[in-house]
């Protein structure tokens, strides 16, 4: 699997030429958090590859909702997160546990986190099997703050196709914003 988040900012003219500054802000067995400066300009993102058992998700919720209350602004959250937020996210199969959908959207709530779209496959992990035995599921997302959609002018997050393995094999995310000296 391979992640790409391509940011581009365009000036009103000329070409943008400057420094970008990452600091890794949290380092956790399920995500990594860093802050992107660039001409005084501070976003935030997070890529998660979280742990398959709702329960070894628990600490990713709690540590991700300290870190996003610690520093203010723009944040995006990106990955596998190995959750479901209802059942309608997932076919075939039972249907997914309750108390692991319930965690996942209480953190969502709690943090006010806004669920982007998705263009390309909706279900991005499957068993790969025929029959009884196949189910598929969205486990892959990405969450933003209502300071990140203030922020920016577009963002879209593109989910291409299964190859060989159970999980989409490539994400990308593409944000586009027009006067960087806006975001703040």
Same mark, same amino acid.
């Given at each position: 699997?391979?992640? @790409? &988040?391509?940011?581009?900012? /365009?000036? %009103?003219?000329? #070409?943008?030429?400057?420094?970008?500054?990452? %600091? !890794?802000?949290?380092?956790?067995?399920? $995500?990594?958090?860093?802050?992107? #400066?660039?001409?005084? %300009?501070?976003? /935030?993102?997070?890529?998660?590859?979280?742990?398959? /058992?709702? %329960?070894?998700?628990?600490?990713?919720?709690?540590? =991700?909702?300290?870190?996003?209350?610690?520093?203010? +602004?723009?944040?995006?959250?990106?990955?596998d /997160?190995?959750?479901?937020?209802?059942?309608?996210?997932? &076919?075939? +199969?039972?249907?997914?546990?309750?108390?692991?959908?319930?965690?996942?959207l209480?953190?969502?709530t709690? *943090?006010?986190?806004?669920?982007?779209?998705?263009? +390309? !496959?909706?279900?991005?992990?499957?068993? *790969? @099997?025929? +029959? @009884?035995?196949?189910?598929?599921?969205?486990?892959?997302?990405?969450f $933003?703050?209502?300071?990140?959609i203030?922020?920016?002018?577009?963002?879209?997050? *593109?989910? =291409?196709?299964?190859?060989?393995?159970?999980?989409?094999?490539?994400?990308?995310?593409?944000?586009?914003?027009?006067?960087?000296?806006? #975001? @703040?």
């Open positions: 699997m391979w992640w @790409k &988040i391509e940011i581009l900012c /365009f000036p %009103t003219f000329g #070409v943008w030429e400057t420094f970008l500054q990452f %600091t !890794v802000l949290l380092n956790h067995n399920q $995500c990594i958090a860093f802050s992107c #400066v660039a001409e005084e %300009t501070t976003i /935030f993102i997070v890529v998660v590859y979280a742990f398959t /058992f709702y %329960t070894q998700r628990r600490d990713l919720w709690s540590s =991700l909702t300290d870190v996003i209350t610690n520093n203010q +602004g723009p944040w995006l959250l990106v990955g /997160f190995n959750a479901t937020l209802r059942a309608h996210e997932k &076919i075939g +199969g039972r249907l997914p546990l309750s108390v692991a959908c319930y965690d996942f209480n953190w969502s709690v *943090n006010s986190r806004i669920l982007l779209d998705t263009a +390309g !496959v909706k279900y991005t992990w499957s068993t *790969n @099997k025929v +029959g @009884k035995a196949f189910f598929s599921q969205r486990l892959d997302k990405a $933003c703050n209502d300071h990140w203030d922020s920016w002018t577009f963002t879209i997050r *593109n989910t =291409l196709a299964r190859c060989q393995s159970d999980d989409s094999d490539q994400l990308e995310f593409n944000i586009w914003h027009s006067g960087l000296g806006d #975001v @703040k």
